[in-house]
């Protein structure tokens, strides 16, 4: 995720890192300069047929509510994603409370302690798709192999909480407890698998990106004749617009990504190394920081 | 559902497979031979009456707006009905935990299991309107001749429960839990029934598609004037968007369908064996993958 | 609830049933006449002021908007009415399962759910201002001269639950469960008492009629000179949508009336007969079928 | 707040009481008489500028969708404050029945109850600013002097509770369900108060009614061409329905006011007093009739 | 925050206080200038190409619909973050009561209590990236040197409650409403870590930012023609509407901030100590009050 605050007047002629621009100043070009073209046919043989505005208006109308829709989608997506890993974050500090509470034997809970931060490397590893990474704890390391990996570091962690309380050292209370907040971290991680695996219906994307590309290739039979030598500029600004709207959307629908809008999900592992360090009685890492911009 | 990526500018021209093409290209034809027919009427005749564009502006952007609603209404369905199955997804998982935690004997547990996974399957069943599936386990068809085969599964599952703490094999913490964990299962399912048996209001699609097909074509009397040859052109995009986009509302409002965008229930079915099976002491079987692109 | 698939082409041209025709042709004639007799005048009299396009393009974007706000707004309210009627559902089912484990008699057991299938009758009757329906169960009759019968029914449950858990034949995690259960439908009863007490405020209604008809009338002084005789087409065919769209979100906002839109809670209420049948040891009755095409 | 249904035909022509006219006559008749001013110096003078509809069509594009997103937030305000006293409603009727199952003394259930409803009137007449209201009970007027009267009733319910639970009246289980109602309790009125001191951001208001008197002020210049002496007509068209909007939004982001869109906390209070009535052994009063369409 | 009921008509003309104008009145006159140069030039040399209004049209609404969008996005994350503060004002005073209710000891809940306010000084503290503070209370100030002081701050009143149930002064029913009171404290803490760290993605800023002064670059090119010397007043307007929308939306979206629209954090921890002193017996102490309709 690109960590930036409010663009200064520099940076709204010069910034590029974060930008949507470098993802599409291809199709730009390539927009502009078949503009170009169909302003100079029109000039030069005047074939060209003319369009009066009204009759592109009702689709541009459209065109910008479809994409709208998509945004807001997509954008939904991103935030409650965002929204899933923070109640992580904070289900994994209330158990380490919890543990603390009705676990007394300490090996126990430090054990139970390190396997929650093991299921959480090893979430995140499933969700950007990685089959190692020499910095997951060897909790992670253990289950990679496995067909769900979360899945599996999830059941190790039950099973000592089952094997505590068959054994009396938890009581019930405290099995309640430790199983509901579980319970409450599977329905956040079944969340996060539910965003990574149900991308946007393929139709819209289909529906827009087909939609967008007409839409510029009709504007300048619309503006040839009024604007003359200025259409290409006033291509260029509406394509960039709409385009970059469109691949905006693109990526905020992939919020697991490690694209310059995706979450960034190593530096939440590590608040959460860091909230549980005092619980296992250890110094707390230092957070991650942003790297030109971009935190992972 | 259709599993595609972001489309490449090749799939743009060509893709057909999760387009709303095959759909419509029927009705647009239609529209496009009939407007090249009104034109022709206004060349040869000139008795076509003549529209301003302002007339049909605001009857084109109500026209947007409420196809923007039923899109929103429509894909609302679709992602709550996704929420529920990996909601289902989540519960199942987490009941399969707490069994471990509070149902001592392994036999109990392992039927509890499986029944749990025989609900799912005949969840499915029903909200595809399914009387037979070789692919559903025993339990589920033991209980395909019930009026209602989702619940009838869940009363088995619960009657196991019943029976094994009035027999003092499950404590009173774990029948909390475990009753707690079917209600929430319970509150899915009828979620599912809910979206399955309320369409959206059928006076919607009246509307929409009435006055989708009274504007595209009033759009010749407008553009037949200024658009003069183009004016089939301008119909047909215009067209492709609008019925398009109501055609996407219709198959994405019905989710449990095994249309192109229909919500992969197979799928998740197998996902919620895959992660049973360590529970059963068993071989997790293959996840489900697309076929052509697509997942059933 | 009309319960109708996809229209076809012929039920564009020809259905009335769940269409919003019958509610409003009365205005719509008046309006499209009130037009012919504009458009008259001025081909005779010259006496009608012209507008321009753009006069009037703002005022009906903003009423597209305000309509497009309502419409949400009513939809929400029918949506969630329809929620709240699904969560009972559930709610009735998990208080039926939950029973059998926690209420060991099985007397008493049939004689709690009897009374909870008596509260769903008394609170749809409720709803619906009925007074008298031979088809609720004596536990409705029972209350129905209470200031609140859903409340009162209820009640009585709530009585059996306490008595029994003093009487010790149900221990304590059962009555945590039950009470919870309760709470749950408490909630679910007061969320549709709510919609039904709290219409749309009626200003909107107020402001939106008004809008509306001050729309459909400015629409000839606009139209008159460059649509001549098509005047009144056009005006018809705004007026459907936009009158057209006002009724539909009338209807909506009132969603327990036995309107075309208003939900089956006759329906529902079987539904969860059919779904207590086998606790209760009975045959479950037929599931309610739509009569031509409305399902009360 | 007004209860009244759908208008008929002659309210649409009348009604005053419910309608937002009263607030926006004067700056209605200011601004049509200031278009008549600058119709005539047009007329008379030719001094006036002519604008182009163009020029601000997107201006009142864009304000409808501020207009727009303003009434959004308003009406979520309104009805989310509206679900919480409907979700009050529901928390005192399931705590009356959870205070039957387990506090088995009479007394102390009956002054807990009387108690509850002190709450909720101390509750209303805070949300309203009153500093008294003789029609509020006993347990109200004794908090009444506290700087925050409804959480000291609720502190007062609290401690009867605490005491029964260690004076062993209460159990475990009793405890544990009725603290966790009244943290419900607590939400619901946290929720209240938090719509009440949290108006919409003041810097809205001013944007909104700034930008929509600047429109107002410049549609003349548009239309006095092309519409010349309807233009008096066409602006105090527009004017009423955007300032009828910027008011009614007003009212509807206050919803714990007395005004016409207020919310009827009186009536809420008087229903909760009629469903604990059967708990406390009492006739429960009748419920608040509206006066003059009006129910406070 | 500004505290301000709605503007009167002096105020629309002279509120300064609360308004966006002081930060956005540079650019605004910057564009205003450059349109005077822009008609000059134009009126001298004849240099300007023109542009017909449809031209820019679609831009336009496209551009209100990003703004709007934006606004409501931003406004979501305000209104979400005082809903985290309004809950974890009702879950301090429901802990405050159900300490009341399962601690017996006296001094060990004055403790806790205390030490939950010194929770919420930390944790607004740590949201304003505030180091010092002489008005947080002790417990505040003895965790302001550890890498995360909120969640220290409750790591020390957990750690109260776990060495109470195991030395048994508070007892499992307790045990298990105290921890899942904190869970739900550390759950609206970390939602608002969330809503801090998480700014609306950059990439939003740069577009919006853009486009809004391209927009206001293009509009002299449309106006010059039709508005002549009223061009610069259109612009500014334009221009007043457009980038106040997007100022306001800026800091809407950091509702942390001590700016205009940021949330009064400090009001809602004394409204914390006002409700917990009656159950510390204190007398407690005067709510804070808006300085210059400024409330901190």
Redesign the interface.
């Known amino acids: ?7 200064t007047v520099a ?2 002629f010069t ?1 590029l890192r ?3 621009l470098p993802q599409i100043w291809r199709a730009l070009l390539a927009l502009v300069l078949l503009t170009v073209l169909l302003v100079l046919l029109d000039h030069w043989l005047k074939v060209l ?21 998509r ?3 997509a ?1 939904d997506r ?1 935030w409650e994603a ?2 899933l890993w ?2 992580l ?3 994994l ?2 158990f380490a ?2 543990v ?3 676990v ?1 034997d300490v090996a126990l809970r430090h054990a139970m302690l390190r396997q929650s931060l093991g299921f959480l490397h090893a979430h995140r590893m499933s969700l950007r798709k990685m089959t190692a990474d020499p910095a997951a704890p060897a909790e992670t390391q253990a289950v990679l192999h496995d ?2 990996p979360a ?2 570091a ?2 190790r962690l ?2 000592m ?2 094997e505590a ?2 054994a009396g050292t938890v ?3 405290g ?3 430790l ?5 409450q971290i ?2 956040q ?3 996060c ?2 965003i990574a695996n ?2 946007l ?7 827009i ?3 967008t ?2 839409y510029c290739l ?1 504007l300048p ?3 040839a004749g ?5 259409t290409p500029l ?1 291509v260029g ?2 394509a ?3 385009l ?2 469109a691949e ?1 959307t ?3 629908s992939h919020p697991f990504a490690t694209t ?2 995706g ?1 960034p999900l190593s530096a939440i592992c590590r608040a959460a190394e ?2 549980l360090a ?2 296992l009685g250890e110094v ?1 890492p230092a ?1 991650l920081k942003p790297v030109d911009y971009y935190l992972s």
Request: aromatic content about 12%; glycine content about 10%.
């Open positions: 995720m690109i960590v930036r605050e409010k663009p940076d709204l910034a974060g930008s949507v047929p003319h369009l009066e505005g009204t009759a592109v208006t009702v689709f541009g109308i459209g065109l910008s509510l479809f994409l709208g829709f945004n807001n989608a954008y991103w965002r929204k923070g109640g974050l904070a289900d500090r209330a409370r919890e603390e509470v009705f007394p067909p769900l899945c599996a999830m059941d039950n099973a909480l089952a309380y068959r009581d019930g209370y099995a309640r407890s199983t509901a907040r579980l319970g599977s329905l991680q079944a969340g698998e539910r149900s991308p219906p393929f139709v819209y994307s289909l529906l990106y087909r939609t590309y007409l009709l039979l619309v503006l009024p604007a003359g030598w200025m006033i600004i509406v960039y617009v709409f970059g709207l905006v693109e990526e905020l310059a809008n979450l860091i909230s005092p619980h707390p957070p």
